[in-house]
Nanobody
Framework: QVQLVESGGGLVQTGGSLRLSCAAS????????MAWFRRAPGKDREFVAR????????SYTDSVKGRFTISRDNAKNTVYLEMNSLKPEDTAVYYC?????????????WGQGTQVIVSS
């Protein structure tokens, strides 16, 4: 099993920045990739960004490209999401997820979420 704990959410004004952290513990050697998702009020869960654990290959949803950066620190078993130029539409609960091989339709492990509120 892998446990994920997010932190770093909060209230920020439009144009501000936040850095989310996701600390992984347990069988972290089994992790292939990690990702950030978000769920805004009244909306479905949305993919935000992902990174492979070994090679560091990244992918982003179009709405955050150029504003958000995902990174990882393998020594600390932690993934980060640096969020800049935040907009009110970025308001959501942000979830960290981890995936093992073989890949399935959904990620294997999920954190409890951290709230991000961007005020206009």
């Amino acid at each position: 099993q892998v446990q994920l704990v997010e932190s770093g959410g909060g209230l920020v004004q439009t144009g501000g920045s936040l850095r989310l952290s996701c600390a992984a513990s347990g069988r972290t050697f089994s992790i292939y990739r990690m990702a950030w998702f978000r769920r805004a009020p009244g909306k479905d869960r949305e993919f935000v960004a992902r990174i492979t654990w070994s090679g560091g290959s990244t992918s982003y949803t179009d709405s955050v490209k150029g504003r958000f950066t995902i990174s990882r620190d393998n020594a600390k078993n932690t993934v980060y999401l640096e969020m800049n130029s935040l907009k009110p539409e970025d308001t959501a609960v942000y979830y960290c997820a981890a995936d093992r091989l073989p890949l399935h339709s959904d990620y294997d492990y999920w954190g409890q979420g951290t709230q991000v509120i961007v005020s206009s």
